[in-house]
């Protein structure tokens, strides 16, 4: 059985009409990767978010403009590249640094800023303080939403990416001009005139002192902390401290972590993440590709680069387990729908897959709903398909499946819900309510745009994106009385036990219900 089909799961509180099971109220659960996923073509066509990263390159590809590029494509970001520096890079170290001309990253800044719709700039290596001047004279001109100011100076191997003379330049001209800056505990040291960062308290104090300097936020990072068990990070936004932790990946494959970070938040910023939202995603995209990584054998010395890609590749050996158990335990937790979505099975495999996961549906008496294949419906008899925007439009679909089916539509603004009224749809899904690693490329709505969208509709809505046990009731609290239940996929398939999660979820969800009622 092909093994890139997802599930999703929807907890879903409402009556719904089909010809199997008649009407019934369906506590269901969608499965995340597949359900209900939202970029628009017509988005598409308005924008893509773009960020520019002016930045060193390695040739080992581990760190610098490299992994900015492989991070912001992994996350379903454009990424323009200014190249301030040329190192020769490997694993074992860097053997020698080729900075680029002032006048040259200027003619690149220009061209990129001028043409180009750039949301959010990340920074990286900037060997020189005239280059932070440069820089900071082509954003005066072209100005861009957000300044990500990774203040990258020395590698992990030792090496100095960018001289203690730059220290003033960062200090006084970058940094108060940073809506955040990510400095390792290394650079946070320097940062302060030398200062001692080597427990999470002195990542607290240098938070805050480095605040103090003009960035509206600030992220240090314990990638290097001695004696840490845990990978911890502090940001500090001015008023609150939020110690971020991750259980430490035991691999040498860390190369370039503090790059990719920075990337990863320039994207979700890019996207119109809030501040926190976006480190909390990049931190525990870092900490996946690590995990999903931490055995690759690139180059023999101590620091090797890891695999952003990883979603292209991943598939469900990371838990071990086929669809059909998966769905079964989702099922067996009390979800109450699941949809499938097939990510790049062939279409025989997907059927295959589709046909067993109906026969566990059956048997507990959910519907079964596929993701965008209205073929693979008919061909298996699935209780209906849920349709993205660039899927085939629901009144089509509703003409080829007739009047039975179950016919789900992502929604992320009033117009797209009418949209699906009109054509026929059965309920909306709307999301990503927050932000999700599930679906790299979609925008976030919010709990604010979930309302928009259910007060503007008379359909029965399914919020999507980012929701897991932890938010799930707040999410239902938002109190429109259309919102019936909530989809998830990472927060039952990407977890190492399925049913006790799926139990939790649907414990909060009818705790959530019978108190909105
Ligand atoms: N082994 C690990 N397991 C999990 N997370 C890690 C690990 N190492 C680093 N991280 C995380 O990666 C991010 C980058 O932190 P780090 O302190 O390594 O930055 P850095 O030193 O600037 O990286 P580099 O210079 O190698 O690009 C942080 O969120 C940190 O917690
Ligand atoms: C070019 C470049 N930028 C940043 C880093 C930090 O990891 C590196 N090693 N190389
Ligand atoms: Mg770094």
Redesign the pocket.
């Known amino acids: 059985m092909a093994c890139s089909i997802v599930p999703s799961s929807l907890f879903f509180f409402h009556k719904l009409t089909n010809s199997r099971y008649g009407t019934r109220t369906f506590v269901a659960m969608q499965d995340d990767c597949g359900a209900a996923s939202a970029t628009t073509t017509e988005q598409y066509k308005m924008k893509i978010p773009h960020v520019l990263t002016v930045a060193g390159s390695d040739s080992g590809a581990g760190?610098g403009i490299q992994a900015d590029l492989k991070a912001c494509a992994a996350r379903g970001v454009y990424c323009s590249t200014v190249i301030t520096a040329v190192t020769a890079q490997n694993t074992a170290g860097v053997q020698g640094v080729n900075i680029v001309p002032e006048d040259f990253v200027a003619a690149q800044l220009k061209s990129v800023l001028s043409d180009m719709q750039v949301d959010v700039v990340k920074t990286g290596m900037l060997p020189s303080t005239d280059l932070v001047k440069v820089l900071l004279q082509s954003l005066s001109e072209f100005p861009v939403r957000a300044l990500v100011v990774d203040p990258v100076m020395v590698?992990?191997s030792g090496d100095v990416l960018a001289g203690p003379s730059t220290i003033t330049g960062l200090r006084e001209n970058l940094l108060p001009m940073a809506d955040i800056v990510t400095p390792?505990v290394k650079e946070a040291s320097a940062l302060l005139g030398g200062m001692q960062v080597v427990t999470v308290a002195d990542m607290c104090s240098a938070a805050k002192l480095l605040h103090n300097l003009g960035p509206r936020t600030v992220l240090v990072?314990?990638?290097?902390l001695p004696d840490s068990s845990d990978?911890?990070?502090i940001f500090f936004d001015g008023e609150d401290f939020h110690e971020l932790r991750?259980s430490?990946?035991n691999?040498r494959n860390?190369?370039?972590?503090?790059?990719t970070?920075a990337s990863c938040i320039a994207a979700e910023l890019a996207k119109g993440s809030p501040m926190l939202s976006a480190v909390k995603v990049a931190?525990c995209f870092?900490?996946t590709a690590?995990d999903y990584s931490k055995d690759i054998v690139i180059g023999s010395g101590p620091q090797g680069p890891f695999d952003h890609l990883l979603r292209l590749k991943r598939t469900n050996k990371k838990w071990g387990r086929s669809i059909t158990d998966a769905v079964k335990a989702a099922l067996e937790g009390g979800a109450t729908i699941i949809q499938l979505r097939e990510k790049d099975a062939d279409t025989r495999g997907f059927l295959e897959a589709a046909k067993a996961c109906l026969q566990i549906c059956c048997v507990h008496g959910v519907p079964l709903l596929i993701n965008d294949r209205i073929d693979i419906a008919l061909a298996c008899d699935a209780d209906g398909v849920h349709l993205g925007q660039s899927d085939m439009p629901a009144r089509t679909a509703r003409a080829l499946l007739g009047p039975d089916k179950i016919i789900g539509v992502s929604c992320k603004t009033p117009e797209e819900a009418h949209q699906a009224w009109i054509d026929g749809a059965n309920y909306i899904g709307c999301g990503g309510v927050y932000p999700t690693n599930t679906k790299a490329n979609n925008l976030t709505v919010g709990l604010d745009g979930l309302k928009t969208v259910c007060l503007a509709s008379k359909l029965p809505v399914v919020a999507i994106g980012g929701i897991g046990i932890s938010n799930a009731s707040d999410v239902m609290k938002i109190g429109v009385s259309n919102l019936k239940g909530v989809a998830v996929v990472s927060a039952l398939f990407d977890r190492e036990c399925i049913l006790p999660e799926s139990k939790k979820l649907h414990a909060v969800l009818m705790d959530a219900v019978q108190r909105v009622k």
């Open positions: 760190a590698s992990t390792n990072k314990g990638g290097d990978a911890v990070d991750s430490r990946v691999t860390t190369h370039g972590t503090g790059c970070l931190k870092v900490e690590l």
